[in-house]
């Protein structure tokens, strides 16, 4: 059993991107359709066969990269990330949010889409736009091809779930 999508949006990808001041309903859309394809909306967020950690499936090779070459150059923004993770338990295990902390976890996997300067989403976008920005931006590597991509997201989440 993975996570309520609508809740999900509305408890924690909304609230995040309206703290790091990037929200928008497509952006919402987007994050949902990665955690979608990503975890299954949190059905596994550390499989044997995954090397990512948790409902979105971030490395901690990305997480590093994130910090150490695009976070850096954006301390305002980073400040407000950091604010997001645990006061204490970061800086022991700083990957350990990516599991542990859905809103910190949402910050990071919408800076893996950020950090790119080509990286742009139109208003209302298809199941088909969503999953090639994901595979462009979020992950490149993966065998999974658009349709499938786009058919898993139709399955997990229908087409209404920009609706409040």
């Not at 999900?8 to 359709?33: D, F, H, Y």
């Not at 338990?89 to 950020?114: C, G, K, M, V």
């Not at 091809?145 to 209404?160: K, M, Q």
Request: hydrophobic fraction near 40%.
């Amino acid at each position: 059993m993975g996570i309520c999508a609508n809740e999900l949006r509305r408890w924690v990808i909304e609230p995040t991107l309206k703290t790091m001041g990037c929200w928008s309903g497509s952006m919402e859309q987007l994050l949902l359709a990665t955690a979608a394809q990503e975890s299954g909306l949190g059905q596994h967020i550390h499989g044997a066969q995954q090397r990512g950690l948790g409902i979105y499936q971030i490395s901690s090779r990305t997480h590093r990269n994130v910090w150490d070459k695009y976070l850096v150059h954006h301390p305002e923004l980073a400040s407000t990330v950091r604010g997001l993770a645990s006061q204490h338990d970061f800086l022991r295990h700083p990957h350990a949010e990516l599991t542990t902390n859905l809103s910190y976890a949402t910050a990071i996997a919408a800076l893996i889409y950020q950090r790119n300067h080509r990286f742009h989403l139109e208003e209302q976008p298809s199941a088909t736009e969503l999953a090639r920005a994901w595979k462009r931006f979020y992950h490149r590597s993966s065998d999974i091809s658009i349709d499938a991509f786009a058919n898993n997201y139709l399955a997990l989440l229908g087409s209404g779930q920009h609706a409040a």
